[in-house]
């Protein structure tokens, strides 16, 4: 069968849905990978797929444009909570994925909410290659590391334009300490209720914006006890706002666009 799907993005960072609800999931990691080649395919940051869930109103799984693939991904439930919300013409949803049942809101001004989950910090959990205090880890830098169901290594500079992401960050990325790679975060305080923020995003590159990033670097930023309870995240691409009370769980919230559709006909399917 043709595939369809639906390329949106959060304040830049694109993804694309395909909505795969009664029927049999068609994306595969090789059908991930070239679905994302931005000369030859679609072109996205993330992909979320759409699935039939018995206790949500629906399950998100999620692949990275390399074809491999991530339990969490902010902007892109956002994206698949709009659609959802304005197919049930609701306001409010749950979604399932490997972080657990999700609740997204759509708020007054028209951006969505979403329950992230709790961060979680112990090394086993992030994961790191062995025990070891998460909030500065012994790299030069002294980072901290967090995971939002996928790992956040997250610096504080004094100017993020300063910084050459594009050169260090794919070695931070596959640095040994972190067995399934990171993410990493070049964060500069603005002030307490506000940070600029640029990404080198694991097996995607350098990104306008990611949601789980802005989580993860605003928790690292919160439990260092630089930042307030409710920030103001900064990215290439645009502000969202991302709230912890430093216990319970993350809520993020920002804007989603559809930028267009499309359907993949069955022979280049078969082609891909």
Not at 60 to 86: H, K, P
Not at 181 to 197: C, E, G, P, S
């Amino acid at each position: 069968m043709p595939l369809s799907f639906h390329k949106m993005h959060a304040n830049g960072d694109d993804f694309v849905i395909v909505d795969a609800r009664n029927a049999s999931n068609p994306v595969t990691s090789s059908l991930a990978r070239r679905m994302g080649d931005r000369n030859r395919g679609v072109g996205f940051n993330q992909l979320a797929v759409i699935l039939d869930c018995d206790d949500a109103d629906a399950r998100l799984i999620f692949w990275n444009a390399d074809g491999s693939a991530l339990d969490a991904c902010g902007s892109a439930t956002r994206g698949a909570a709009d659609r959802l919300m304005r197919e049930s013409r609701v306001t409010s949803i749950v979604l399932r994925t490997n972080r657990g049942l999700l609740t997204c809101e759509r708020t007054s001004a028209g951006t969505i909410s979403v329950n992230m989950g709790a961060p979680l910090f112990d090394w086993s959990e992030i994961p790191l290659v062995r025990e070891m205090d998460t909030a500065v880890l012994p790299l030069a830098g002294d980072p901290a590391a967090c995971s939002m169901g996928n790992p956040h290594c997250t610096y504080f500079v004094d100017d993020v334009a300063a910084v050459d992401i594009a050169t260090i960050g794919p070695t931070l990325e596959t640095n040994p300490l972190f067995p399934l790679a990171t993410n990493v975060h070049f964060v500069q305080v603005i002030d307490r209720k506000h940070i600029r923020l640029r990404i080198w995003e694991r097996g995607g590159g350098i990104p306008l914006g990611s949601g789980s990033c802005c989580c993860g670097a605003a928790v690292n930023g919160i439990r260092r006890g630089l930042l307030d309870n409710s920030v103001a995240v900064e990215c290439d691409g645009g502000t969202v706002t991302v709230q912890w009370d430093g216990a319970g769980s993350v809520v993020l919230t920002g804007p989603v666009e559809t930028s267009f559709s499309g359907v993949i006909p069955d022979s280049q399917l078969r082609a891909f």
